[in-house]
């Protein structure tokens, strides 16, 4: 079965730390964008971040130098490491599938066709 | 990046249509025809209802299309029904591999 299946939510101290895993199963992992996406009450969804199948990564400003994400191909899984965590990165997190580039180094969508069923972080004192 | 301001909130009478919109600036939704919609009920994922502006994927009712007219992209849903009650967000991509979501937006069917 195709399908992202998120873990490690869970409920953090303000400046503490937390790693969301997120395992693929059904396709070929490797060569696909993968990113994470988080929704809150307040602002709805939000990209947060994405690595691409060469290990090039991208985040949203606020979370930079704060967040890191990672992926293990071998393992069909992504990772994020979250640090510095603030009130404010209270959410639940989906990993999401992008697109990839085929043989002729097209690249094949720009949007979210896979979703994981998300995993709940909550930052509190 | 900011978000792209959606309307909080959509309502209209099963059968009859309703029209999101969705502004953004030259730098996203203006650059780019790489417009996708996502509905999500709640507790549950995002579901990819529109992509590339106007296209639906395999299994999307066709009640639901997209379109895009300068800067500003807009989702239509058709035939209002129950179930459409969500909530609805666009997405543009932003360049560098970046990628801005809507505020979205919530459909009540009255």
């Known amino acids: 079965e195709v399908q992202l299946v998120e873990s490690g939510g869970g409920l953090a101290q303000p400046g503490g730390s937390l790693r969301l895993s997120c395992a693929a199963s059904?396709?070929?992992?490797?060569?696909?964008?993968l990113h994470w996406v988080r929704h809150t009450a307040g602002k709805g969804l939000e990209w947060v971040s994405s690595?691409?199948?060469?290990?090039?990564?991208y985040y949203e400003d606020s979370v930079k130098g704060r967040f890191t994400i990672s992926r293990e191909n071998a393992e069909n899984s992504l990772y994020l490491q979250m640090n510095s965590l603030r009130v404010g990165d209270t959410a639940v997190y989906y990993c999401?599938?992008?697109?990839?580039?085929?043989?002729?180094?097209?690249?094949?969508?720009?949007?979210?066709?896979?979703w994981g069923r998300g995993t709940l972080v909550t930052v509190s004192a | 990046q900011s978000a792209l301001t959606q309307p909080a909130s959509v309502s209209g009478s099963p059968g009859q249509s309703i029209t999101i919109s969705c502004p953004g600036i030259?730098?996203?939704?203006?650059?780019?025809?790489?417009i996708s919609w996502y509905q999500q009920h709640p507790g549950k994922a995002p579901k990819l209802l529109i992509f590339?502006?106007?296209k639906r994927p395999s299994g999307v009712s066709y009640r639901f299309s997209g379109s895009k007219s300068g800067n500003t992209a807009s989702l239509t849903i058709s035939g209002l029904q129950a179930e459409d009650e969500a909530d609805y967000y666009c997405?543009?991509?932003?360049?560098?591999?970046?990628?801005?979501f809507g505020t979205g937006t919530k459909v009540t069917v009255l």
């Open positions: 999401a599938r992008g697109g990839y580039f085929d043989g002729s180094n097209s690249y094949s969508h720009w949007y979210f066709d896979l």
């Open positions: 059904g396709f070929t992992f490797s060569i696909y964008d």
């Open positions: 690595i691409g199948s060469a290990d090039d990564t």
């Open positions: 030259s730098s996203d939704v203006g650059s780019y025809n790489l």
């Open positions: 590339e502006g106007s």
């Open positions: 997405c543009s991509y932003a360049g560098s591999s970046t990628y801005v």
